[in-house]
Structures are given as structure tokens and as C-alpha cells.
């Protein structure tokens, strides 16, 4: 399979053309269950997200990563752990969330599971992630000797200035409104287009320059703007054909936009 392209299909036949062990990182940001797209609407998502995990174990590269978004539950009470290690649940906080709930607490929450194959030889580039610390350093070197979360132990904790690393709740990357710039088409908004600040912190954590990204589910292509910019190699799956041109439009702008700096 050809890199560097999107294909127009679905993805549980398109996977089937990639070799073992072939792919460094999978963004997938496919169905939640919760609207009513007709590709949303899927009985238990759960098992929907089970089999994808499986199809995923065999194409990923040891040591290489799946980011699975979906709602609190999406991988409640299925058995991922023959396929793949879950090594966090990235909670994705929406605090402007519309809270409109009047019998239970309002989800302003998504989930991103972060899973990699095996335990060992994960690309995780915290230095290109990090965030700003938000504790003063004067403060921070006063309780230096704090308890480790680990085990409790007193230790001196390390002060980086560069930032810190962003956790596992992220609160600090906004969804895309009416407003944004970055917006592909107001009527895609919700259900679509995901932020480049979130794609970004994903491909940069968990992938080197020339690596290879799958993005099944791919939307107008956020993945692969970014996968762009930052010089990895990618595969794009997507079922609508209307979403494909638009991947390869923002693709082309892209590659425009870095031509034209070679030539300043
Ligand atoms: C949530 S959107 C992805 C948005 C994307 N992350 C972005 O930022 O543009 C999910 C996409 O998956 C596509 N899709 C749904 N089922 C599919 C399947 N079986 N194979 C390929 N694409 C599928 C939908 O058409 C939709 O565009």
C-alpha cells in the first residue's frame, strides 16, 4: 500500500492491505455511538472498538501506539490486554461544554485510551509535549521534598523549566467553534473535525520524523496536516468521498505552504 495517501473506503477492508508490524502510530477518532451520523450508529461500541483493537495489534510495529478516542465508556468491560497494553486514559475536558443534564452530572469529557504494543521500546518524546508549569519555581524549590506518588517515599521532585508533562487530563486544548480558524465547514463541526493543538501532541509524544501513522477514520484530514508539518509519513482511510477531497486539498495547501518557504 502506496504511502503518503488517503484511501476512499472502509477501513475494515482497506486494513487488510497493510503489512504486519508496518505502522508506528494510529490516530483513531471513528465512531463515538452517540450521534446520528449513520457511521455512528453502532449497536455496542464496545465490541465495535474490541475489533478494531485486534486488527490494530497486528499492523502495529512493537512498541507502537494506538490513540483510541471515545466516550468515558468505550472500552468498559471488554478484554483488550491479549492485544495491546493500555498505558493511560486520557480524560479530554471540555469545561465550555453545553452542561444541559437535569437528572445526572452533564459528560463534559472525552476519552483518549493510549495503548502501545508490548511494554517496552515506546517512542514517548515528553520533551517536545511539555506544558507550562503553573506552581512559581521560589515555591517549588521551598517543597521540594515531596511524597511519590509511586510509593510514597520522600524524593527532591525535578523542576524542569521547559514545562512539565501535560498528564492525563487535558484541559488545555480547546474544542473547535463557529469561531475557529481552523474550521474546514461549519456544518462538520461536533461530529468531524478535531483540533490541530490535540493531533499535534499526539504525533510529536509518540512518533519520530519519517515514522509511518495510520489514521482510519480520517475526517477532513487532521492527522495528515499535521503528519505534514511535522515530516511523518502517513495512511489515510476514510468512507466518504467528499471528506477524501478535502484531505487531499489540505494536504496540497500544506505542501504548497512548504515549497513557498523553500523558495524565500
Ligand atoms: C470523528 S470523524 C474523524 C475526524 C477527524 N479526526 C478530523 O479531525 O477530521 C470520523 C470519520 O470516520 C469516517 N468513517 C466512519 N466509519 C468508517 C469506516 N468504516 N471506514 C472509514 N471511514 C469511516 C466518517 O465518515 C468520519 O469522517
Same mark, same amino acid.
Given at each position: 500500500?502506496?504511502i ?14 497493510i /503489512? ?8 483513531? /477518532?471513528g465512531?463515538?455511538g ?6 455512528d450508529?453502532?449497536?455496542?461500541? =464496545?465490541?465495535?472498538n474490541?475489533n ?5 495489534? #497486528?499492523?502495529l510495529?512493537?512498541?507502537?501506539s494506538l !490513540? $483510541?478516542?471515545?466516550k468515558p465508556?468505550? *472500552?468498559?468491560?471488554i478484554?483488550y490486554?491479549?492485544?495491546? &497494553?493500555? &498505558? ?7 469545561p465550555?461544554? $453545553?452542561?444541559?443534564? #437535569?437528572?445526572?452530572?452533564?459528560n463534559?469529557y472525552?476519552i483518549?485510551? !493510549?495503548?502501545?504494543?508490548g511494554?517496552?521500546? @515506546?517512542?514517548?518524546?515528553l %520533551?517536545? *509535549?511539555?506544558v507550562? =508549569? +503553573? ?7 521551598r517543597?521540594? %521534598?515531596?511524597?511519590s506518588v ?8 525535578k523542576? %524542569? ?12 486544548? @480547546?474544542?473547535?467553534? !463557529?469561531?475557529?480558524?481552523?474550521l *474546514?465547514?461549519?456544518?462538520l463541526?461536533n461530529?468531524i ?6 493531533i ?9 520524523e519519517? /515514522? +509511518?501513522?495510520l489514521?482510519?477514520f ?6 495528515f496536516?499535521?503528519c ?6 502517513f495512511?489515510?482511510f476514510?468512507? &466518504? ?13 500544506i505542501?504548497?505552504? =512548504?515549497?513557498? @518557504?523553500?523558495?524565500?
Amino acid at each position: 500500500m502506496k504511502i503518503n495517501k488517503v484511501y476512499q473506503g472502509d477501513c475494515f477492508e482497506l486494513i487488510k492491505q497493510i /503489512d504486519d508490524e508496518s505502522i508506528n502510530l494510529i490516530v483513531c /477518532d471513528g465512531p463515538f455511538g452517540v450521534t446520528e451520523n449513520d457511521w455512528d450508529k453502532i449497536k455496542n461500541i =464496545q465490541e465495535y472498538n474490541l475489533n478494531l483493537i485486534k486488527l490494530f495489534s #497486528r499492523i502495529l510495529k512493537k512498541g507502537g501506539s494506538l !490513540y $483510541l478516542f471515545g466516550k468515558p465508556d468505550c *472500552i468498559d468491560f471488554i478484554d483488550y490486554r491479549p492485544y495491546l &497494553n493500555l &498505558n493511560a486514559k486520557i480524560v479530554w475536558y471540555q469545561p465550555s461544554r $453545553l452542561a444541559q443534564g #437535569r437528572t445526572n452530572y452533564t459528560n463534559n469529557y472525552d476519552i483518549i485510551a !493510549y495503548f502501545t504494543k508490548g511494554k517496552t521500546t @515506546k517512542v514517548f518524546n515528553l %520533551n517536545h *509535549i511539555r506544558v507550562p =508549569q +503553573l506552581v512559581e519555581l521560589e515555591h517549588r524549590k521551598r517543597c521540594e %521534598n515531596v511524597p511519590s506518588v509511586m510509593n510514597g517515599k520522600f524524593h527532591k521532585t525535578k523542576f %524542569n523549566g521547559n514545562g512539565k508533562n501535560p498528564g492525563d487530563v487535558w484541559g488545555d486544548i @480547546k474544542q473547535l467553534t !463557529y469561531k475557529s480558524k481552523e474550521l *474546514i465547514s461549519r456544518e462538520l463541526l461536533n461530529t468531524i473535525q478535531k483540533p490541530i493543538k490535540l493531533i499535534e501532541r499526539i504525533v510529536k509524544a509518540s512518533s519520530n520524523e519519517g /515514522d +509511518l501513522v495510520l489514521d482510519p477514520f480520517a475526517g477532513v484530514g487532521t492527522t495528515f496536516a499535521v503528519c505534514k508539518e511535522l515530516k511523518r509519513n502517513f495512511i489515510g482511510f476514510e468512507i &466518504n468521498s467528499a471528506f477524501v477531497e478535502i484531505c487531499n486539498k489540505r494536504i496540497k495547501e500544506i505542501k504548497l505552504k =512548504q515549497e513557498s @518557504k523553500l523558495f524565500v
